[in-house]
Every structure is written in structure tokens, then in C-alpha cells.
């Protein structure tokens, strides 16, 4: 028979404990809740009587409910307050050490029924079980931060855990209204192995200036979707906590990736540890603020920025594959004259033709008018001569992902352009300096890496190489912000930012799912539920393209060597056996039934 459970200890009531403990009395339960000290109990009642509040101002909880909620939880200092509950969850810092001690002195307390619980994000649940009389009785309940928006949680059982006590807590957190994946004992579980890796390389791109920090989180908002960019969540996740599940994941793993990028230890040292201290990554309005405020790294628009900005009215577009008709559509959409060179003028009509099909689209949906419409088409000239882009301002490329084809073209393309042109490659994986060198001018190429589909995606990555003039930065900066687009500016290495960061991510995923930690189900759902992502690894996966996706992952682990960015064998045997994602009907899952 199940465990009943009606009254839980919760015991730490820092940003989790406090957030668990609004969400067990959300749904009726009765909560003893425990803190080291005064302190750290009025902190914790004071962070549930804010969050609780605020639900009250948005209309999502009603007065009396808030008041029967808090009514609900009683808080105190002693463990021996825990004495009558029937399930105990701890969500005290991330050390084996205080949790051993911690479970050792609780199983002292409780009766010898109760399941203990820990929230830990990455340590080990067997070493904390076996400070126990009752290893059998012990799980891991991983909750996501802010716990009560996020629904996912991570259930542990270790190689000791009874099946009844998995079960029991299973239909506790569904219970709870949460969506429990279980799993086994490794660290960082599911989503935060999974995570991990992808925050702590964006840390080493802050570190090393490879971007700015409002880059590299707009890169992963504007380029994928993400609720938030790497360095914000870090600091809501708290950067003391993100170290030491860094560390901890190292210690398992020996994966270099997961070696806490040195800067966090710095800022950790310097009491930078994110929104609880009021400074992390961003500077915050004050302690548990998610307002961000100015501070000497907030970019400032002054005239400096604009000094030099050419003048950009008529723009080139090389190419007639989907970027290069998307890019088309950009320009022409906001009034820009378009030149579209393609190799014959059976080629530029069908492009041309392409544009249309994708303006007639939007009349239809009412989006836009006929006139527009029109207007739009009547600004695109079609060419089939390198020379008719001569008087172009910006002539950006979006040929074959081949180097030599690029660069035939940059080498055309420096015979005819006038001076002072801006020459541009979409590339998403060669280096833009070969393109520059393939130039007499490599201070005017720049790659403007735009997202498909182009009309869509707000994106475009600036990349700059070491010849890249500063007013051609400018330049770009100033024409993506003209087309609506959100640029981010970063150097010309392999994948930018954004594939940079999301690729290895995407290949730890086929790694985990290669090793059988987990299914494609279970992972898909804990990067959907517990991070709010988008869509799940595999499902991005088919969607882009296995084929399209190993290659991006070999350019990376070309360019870096790490070897973790070393494509997943199962990637490689599903490209062989023609199995490309949805395109072919079949990748990580079967769409053709
Ligand atoms: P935190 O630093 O915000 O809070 C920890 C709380 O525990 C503090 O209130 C502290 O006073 C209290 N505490 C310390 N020692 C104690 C003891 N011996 N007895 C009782 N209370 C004690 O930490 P956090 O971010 O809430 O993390 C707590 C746990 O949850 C960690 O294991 C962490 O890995 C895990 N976790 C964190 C996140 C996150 O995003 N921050 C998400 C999921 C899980």
C-alpha cells in the first residue's frame, strides 16, 4: 500500500527550499519547515510571502488561498521538529559533506517508514544514502528553479532504493501537479548533465570576451528560443551552486568541459553569486532582484558606435538557395534595392519567383498588403554578372557552404564591388578570414551570420575576423538594426555562438541516450520541463537534419580538438544508414507512420 504522505519537512530554505515548500503547501500539504538559524527561516518565509504575493498581484492566487497556503507551514530551527513528518526534502548547499551529516542526524529522527529526499543537483544520492540506517528509503527529488513554475522533477533511485519508494514519491510529485522522470544515480541527472556544459562554455566565451554578456544570452534567446541566455540563468540558478555542480560533474566525468571555467571561482570569492547577492554576471536592483540595472559593462549607445557607419541603400545578394531568397526578402521588405545575382537568368527568375510565393503567403494571412507586396518585388532586380553588383553598398553571399565556391566568389565579387563596399558571407562554418583573404580588401569583409528562416529569425551573428575594419562592424551593426534584426557581435571562430554553444550540447544528449541513462522521451522532456527549452534535443535534431548536424559538430571538433565535442557514434551510424530527421521521414524517431 502507498505511503500517505501529509505532512513534509522541508529542510534548507534557500532559493529551492523556500520555493519547494510554496509548492507543497500549494497543493494542501502540510509543511514543517527548517533552517540553520533564525536568519535563514526569516529568509525563507519572507522569500514565500514575496513569491506568494506576487501571485496574489498577477490574479493567479486568490487572497484566502494565499492565506490558507501560509497557514500551511510552520518553520523552526531544530531537526527534532521533523519528528511526525512522512516524507523529509532537503535543499541545503551543494556539499556532500553537510548533506551526509545532515541525513545522518534526520534518520536519527523520523520514523523508520519515512523517505528522505534530497534536491541535490548533481551529488551523488548513494553517498548521502549510505550516512543512513535506511539506504533503501533514500531518493533523489531534483525540483527546477523558480519550483513552483517549473514542473519537472528528477526522480533518483540508486542501486539500493526500493521499488515502492520510487512509485510512492513518483505519484507524490505528479501529486504535487510536477512530471517525474525517473533515473539513476550520475551526476547532474538528466537536464543538469545536460546544461552544465552548454553554461559553462558560455562562461569561457565571457571569460576570454569572445562576446559580451548581453551577446551571448541574446544569441541563445533570438537564435533557439530559450526563456533565458546562459549567463542570466546562471545567475538565477546562483553561481555558488552552479560551481560546485560543475565540480562535482568533473569529479565524475574527468570532462574538461565541465571544469568550472576559472572566473566563476573568482566571482564566487568576490560574493558575486548571482540575483541572491544582488550581483552576478548582470547587477541587480538589490539581494533576490530579478531587475537588472546599468553598471560599468551596459553597453552605451553613443555617437562613438555610429562613427563611421556607411551609408547602405542598395544591397547585393549572391546565391538563390533559401538564405540567399530569405536574405532577398529582408531587404526588399524594408525598402532596400536588391540586386539578385544568380549563376543564369532562369535561376534568378525561379529565386525571384520564391520571394513571391513567400510574400503571397503573408497577403493571404492578412499580414501584408498587395501593394506592399508588389512594392517589395518591384524593389529586387534580378543579375546574372558579378559586374551589375558594382554599385552595391553591401553585397552579402549566400552560396554553396563550400570554401572554394566562397571564395571564387569574394574573388569576383573584389573585382567589381566599389570601394568602400561591404562584402558579407552567411556562412554558419568556414572561417570568414578566408573569404577576407580571398579579397584585396579584407578589411571590408564581415560575416553576417543570418538564422533560417530568414524573414523570421530576429538573429544574425556579426562576426568580425582580425582584419574586420570598425566601421564595418559598425556598418553591419547598423544595417541589422534597420531590417529589424537583433545582432550580436562575436569573432570568427567555428560556430559562433550560437552552434558553438547549442552543437556539443545536442551531441552530449546522443551521448547520454547512447549510454542508456535515459530515453529520448525522457531527455526531450527534461529539457522542454525543466528548462523551458523549446524543444527537446532530439526533436532539434530531427528537425535540423542529422546530416546538416554532424557536419557542424565536425567543424567544431576540427576547429577545438576537445574531445567532447567528438560526434556521438549513434549520430554517425543514423547519417550512414540515411536516417536524416524528419526530412527522410526517419531520425531519432520514426515520422513516417
Ligand atoms: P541556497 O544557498 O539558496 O540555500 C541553502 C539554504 O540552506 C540556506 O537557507 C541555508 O541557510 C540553509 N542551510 C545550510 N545548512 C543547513 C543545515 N545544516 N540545516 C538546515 N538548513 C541549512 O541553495 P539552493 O540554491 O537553494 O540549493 C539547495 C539545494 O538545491 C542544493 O543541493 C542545490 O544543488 C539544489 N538545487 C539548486 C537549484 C538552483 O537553481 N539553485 C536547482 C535545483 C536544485
Redesign the pocket.
Known sequence: MAREITIVGV????????GIAEVLARSGVRVIA????A??VE??RGHIEHSTSRAVAKGKLDGGARDALLGLISYGTA?TDLADVDLVI?????SLD??A??FAEVDRIVRPEVVLA??????SVTQISVHTGRPGKVVGL????P?PVLRLTEVVRTVVTEPDVVADVVEFARRLGKEPVVIGDRAGFIA?ALLFGYLNHAVAMYESRYATREDLDAAMRFGCGYPMGPLALLD???L??AY??LETMYGQSRNRLHAPTPILKQMITAGLLGR?SGRGFYTYDGPDSPTVVADAQTPRTSSEDTKGVREVRRVGVVGTGTMATGIVEVFASKGFDVILRARSAEKAAAAIGKVGKSLDRQVAKGRLSEEDRNATLGRITPAVEFAELADCDLVIEAVAEELSVKQAVFGALDEVAKPGAVLATTTSSLPVIECAAATSRPQDVIGLHFFNPAPVMKLVEVVSTISTGADVVATAGAVCARVGKHPVHCGDRAGFIVNALLFPYLNDAVRMLEAHYADADDIDTAMKVGCGLPMGPFELLDVVGLDVSLAIERTLFNEFHESGYAPAPLLEHLVTAGRLGRKTGKGFRDYSR
Open positions: 529542510v534548507g530554505l534557500g532559493t529551492m527550499g523556500a527548517v533552517d540553520v538559524d536568519a535563514g529568509r525563507g531537526l532537503e535543499a541545503i548547499p551543494e553537510l548533506k551529516r545532515l534530497s534536491n541535490t543537483s548533481s551529488l531534483h525540483f527546477f528553479n519550483a543538469n538565477l540558478i546562483g555558488d551552486t560546485e555542480i541572491k
